[in-house]
């Protein structure tokens, strides 16, 4: 055996590689990776210059090639060929890191409304400071949350979907003077928050101080905290007005519909 000093024993090469010994004798005994030399008595050795083919190996399977697809390829190593391998494997790792990506929104948009609801206390009330918000918004509704509206909604979620992948739960708009004259479920529209990351959305809620309370309970509540909302307001020489957003925080964690929380968020200013 020449060049003794470049060659491995199957262990030896393993162990240089950080590859089981057994996936060594596998990947020989179906032939996508054999060693340099085979002696009568059954011994394989490898030699170092095998371990860019190891390596290639290794990557393709880890971006989901399968042996099938390696051998065939070995079979007819060319650039060409090569390259449109590469290209197929990377489209499907860009849509896989897109789909992961869409799950890590998700989940931190779960994470952020179920730490508020944590905090949330029935009929408090706080001023906030918001930054710009991007929304998307439904075709109109009714209100009645009839079956046109129904219609609506399942509309609107599945333009969510196809736009997000994953989409947490979309909640109810209606403006602030529909509020102020008592016109509690005159909404206009359903609502969704976009993402920074991707550019699609139709309108903007604008940075600037909000009011915000919550409602714990049926929606039946929700009149009686509108006008506590307003009250305070008055209290606080303080005009409502744009939009109010409504956006339930705790459905993934609810019990008992009794302990479902709505979030209301409303634009105001100083008299």
């Not at 971006?63 to 070995?74: C, K, P, T």
Request: some cysteine; overall charge negative; charged content about 25%.
């Amino acid at each position: 055996m020449k060049n003794q000093k470049y060659v491995y024993t199957t262990g030896q090469f393993a162990k240089l590689n950080g590859i089981n010994k057994r996936t060594l004798h596998y990947y020989d005994e179906i032939g996508l990776f054999s060693p340099e030399f085979k002696e009568e008595n059954g011994y394989r050795y490898y030699t170092c210059f095998q371990t860019v083919q190891l390596e290639l190996i290794v990557t393709l399977r880890k971006i989901g090639l399968s042996i099938e697809e390696i051998i065939r390829y070995q079979q007819s190593p060319s650039g060409a060929s090569f390259a449109d391998l590469i290209s197929e494997k990377k489209q499907l790792i860009d849509k896989s890191i897109q789909e992961l990506l869409n799950v890590k929104a998700f989940l931190e948009q779960k994470s952020s409304k179920l730490s508020l609801s944590l905090t949330a206390k029935e009929g408090e009330m706080k001023v906030i400071t918001l930054p710009e918000q991007r929304i998307l918004l439904s075709n109109p509704i009714t209100g009645a949350y009839d079956d046109s509206d129904f219609a609506v909604a399942g509309d609107f979620s599945l333009r969510l979907k196809s736009i997000f992948g994953l989409y947490d739960n979309f909640g109810s708009r209606i403006t602030a003077n529909q509020i102020i004259n008592g016109n509690y479920h005159d909404y206009d529209c359903f609502f969704a928050y976009g993402r920074e990351d991707i550019e699609v959305y139709d309108t903007v809620r604008p940075a600037g101080t909000y009011l915000r309370a919550f409602c714990v309970g049926g929606w039946d509540k929700l009149e009686t905290i509108y006008r506590n909302i307003i009250r305070f307001a008055d209290e606080n020489q303080m005009d409502l007005f744009g939009y109010a957003y409504e956006e339930g925080l705790n459905e993934m964690s609810l019990q008992d519909r009794d302990d479902y929380i709505t979030m209301i968020t409303v634009g105001c200013k100083t008299k």
